[in-house]
């Protein structure tokens, strides 16, 4: 186990120089002129050439890839030009927003797809199948903005129970910052009608988000139930008259539990994804919506920094879950 | 053919799969308006009427009009079009230049195989979505650029598929033959290696063809790719969003139409893999 670790880890170490040259290649070789991608068409010559120089972009290619790497390892992203604040700083910022945001999200598409995945199972080729499945699979086929959109439309502006926007009003104050979590912080401060407002503005991003995750968990807890139904041990619990509810969700899903896991980690890589679009819809100030102002806006310092530092989530939740699932299923030979 | 089944089996269970039938009925569709669609169009797709802008859906513009009174029912059977083209370039891209990694990996194996992996290996290190949007701000905002963008991150899946479909094809007599007789690599790769790829490739394309048309609509949507006034349908659900609480149909129907779509492909790519998975063929 501890020699798999270690490969893993050193797998790790090659795949992020990976990520950091070809973010480099992306930000640096890829477009025709970095510095018209910066500066307005008529600039006039002698800006063109102070920025030239202050990208660094007069030097040897190899020499600008040296200093990249160099910068990063020392946790320098630069700065960037929209927000005028060091690119690390602002990561960090709205890093919390999108853990907050996604954990919620994962939670509910958890609860909804388990549930239906049982109720799918149990009901196999009944209406209740069917619909679970269809359920799931709309939730797939539903762009996130789209699903945004929708909810707002139904739950802002025809319902009016829910806020459609950011994190909290405007016109409120934030708690003092103690752990950078929003929710918490506010519960830390004491003022309980404040996290109730924040977890209603949090409630439609995150059903979108989590609505994407739904299908994959509904499917595999689905097709893992159906497999554990029919065994003996099942039959043995139903004969000893134990309640159906008790033999199906104390001893079937118990067991059908474990791939349904693997999936669930899978999917925390693949909300960093779903986060860039529902963030953009809702206002959310995360990290997806920092990633489409920059890449908007062609800040590259930023643009590099949010595609290295979500691409290093992505590897390490990854990662993670391989871990996992070699502790939780001792089957699994390291070779 | 397709592992352990024949297309004939194939078609059958195809056929006794109620939704996938339905997400074929809908592809079908797709296909059909993305060729007659502008002749079916009762207005142009930038006529615009700025006397009857906003309007709802009536008998005159059945899906209502835009903020410049565009005919959103022209715009999005147009946008049929351009969507599919885009789908359809992008799978032929990514498909193509993933399969022929795939095959010269999995053929050559030794250092070839574990660079070219190593290299599939880091694009999957991406986010997808981040990947592409990083690509299209460094290319510049433009549909081309969006199609280049999603087939620079989707090609890795078909890379995988080629090179165990090239691992096992080398292995056999005909192949050990062709070598026997003197043919070259080129010919060996290209005549006997390629067409056992294609039948898996297609299929896992269609599978994937959800995910890439939801990318592309997404940058679209974002403001990467097309720009307004193209009647892409992300564009169009990102312009009929600013007239929302009043308008709803300018961001509803381009958006119902973006979910039908991606419904389409995801049923019948739900449908195949149940077909390719013994275990939940019942």
């Known amino acids: 186990m501890l020699s798999y670790i270690i490969r893993r880890l050193a797998w790790m170490v090659f795949v992020i120089w990976g990520v950091m040259t070809l973010t480099f290649f992306i930000a640096r070789v890829i477009p025709a002129d970095p510095v018209a991608a910066v500066l307005p068409s008529n600039a006039p010559e002698e800006a063109i050439e102070r920025m030239r120089e202050e990208m660094g972009l007069n030097k040897p290619i190899w020499v600008q890839y040296a200093k990249y790497i160099n910068g990063i390892l020392h946790g320098d992203l630069g700065t960037s030009i929209r927000t005028r604040r060091p690119v690390l700083d602002d990561l960090l910022r709205y890093f919390p927003n999108t853990v907050e945001l996604s954990v919620v999200a994962l939670f509910m598409g958890t609860i909804i797809g388990i549930s239906l995945g049982i109720v799918s199972a149990v009901r196999q080729g009944k209406a209740l199948d069917h619909f679970s499945r269809v359920f799931a699979i709309w939730g797939l086929s539903m762009p996130a903005f789209f699903t945004g959109l929708m909810l707002i439309i139904l739950f802002s502006h025809v319902l009016h129970w829910l806020p459609q926007l950011g994190q909290m009003p405007s016109y409120m104050r934030r708690p003092p910052k103690v752990t950078g979590f929003l929710i918490l912080d506010t519960m830390i401060s004491g003022n309980w009608s404040l996290v109730v407002t924040e977890l209603k503005h949090l409630i439609l991003p995150a059903f979108t988000l989590g609505w994407l995750s739904t299908a994959s968990i509904v499917r595999i807890t689905r097709s893992s139930m159906l497999e554990t139904l029919p065994e003996e041990y099942i039959k043995t619990a139903r004969m000893k008259g134990l309640r159906e509810s008790t033999v199906i969700l104390k001893h079937a899903l118990k067991n059908a539990l474990l791939p349904t896991i693997t999936i669930i980690g899978l999917r925390v890589a693949s909300l960093l994804e779903g986060a860039v679009l529902t963030e953009t819809v809702f206002s959310w100030p995360g990290l997806g919506r920092y990633a489409t102002a920059s890449f908007l806006s062609i800040d590259f310092s930023a643009v590099v920094g949010v595609t290295i530092f979500i691409s290093f989530l992505y590897s390490f939740a990854n990662l993670a879950v391989d871990l996992l699932y070699g502790y939780l299923n001792p089957k699994i030979r390291y070779t | ?282």
């Open chain 2, 1 to 282: 053919m397709l592992g352990s089944i024949t297309w004939r089996d194939f078609t059958r269970h195809m056929l006794k799969n109620r939704l996938s039938l339905v997400g074929l009925i809908l592809i079908a569709a797709l296909f059909i308006i993305a060729v007659i669609g502008p002749y079916l169009a009762p207005y142009g797709p930038y006529t615009t009427d700025p006397i009857n802008k906003l309007e709802g859906p009536s008998r005159v513009h059945l899906f209502g009009t835009d903020n410049l009174g565009r005919d959103l029912l022209s715009r999005i059977l147009y946008g049929a079009r351009i969507s599919v083209t885009i789908a359809v370039i992008v799978l032929a891209v990514s498909g193509g230049v993933g399969t022929v990694i795939g095959i010269i990996s999995g053929y050559f194996g030794g250092g070839i195989d574990n660079i070219l992996m190593r290299i599939t290996d880091i694009f999957l290190a991406f986010p997808r979505l981040i990947l592409a949007m990083a690509v299209a701000a460094a290319l510049g905002r433009d549909l081309r650029n969006v199609v280049l963008a999603v087939a620079f991150t989707s090609w890795t899946i078909f890379a995988r598929l080629a090179r165990g479909q090239a691992l096992a094809v080398k292995q056999q007599d005909y192949v050990e033959a062709a070598r026997a007789t003197g043919a070259s690599n080129f010919r060996i790769l290209f005549v006997h290696v390629l067409p056992v790829c294609i039948s898996p490739v297609i299929i896992q394309g269609t599978i994937a063809m959800g995910g890439i048309i939801l990318t592309v609509a997404g940058l679209g949507f974002i403001g990467f790719g097309a720009q307004p006034p193209t009647p892409e349908w992300g564009v169009m659900v990102a312009d009929g969003r600013n007239y929302l609480p009043t308008a709803w149909w300018a961001c509803v129907f381009p958006g119902l139409a973006i979910m039908f779509t991606v419904l389409g492909f995801n049923l019948l790519g739900d449908g195949i893999r149940d077909i390719l998975d013994p275990r939940m063929r019942r």
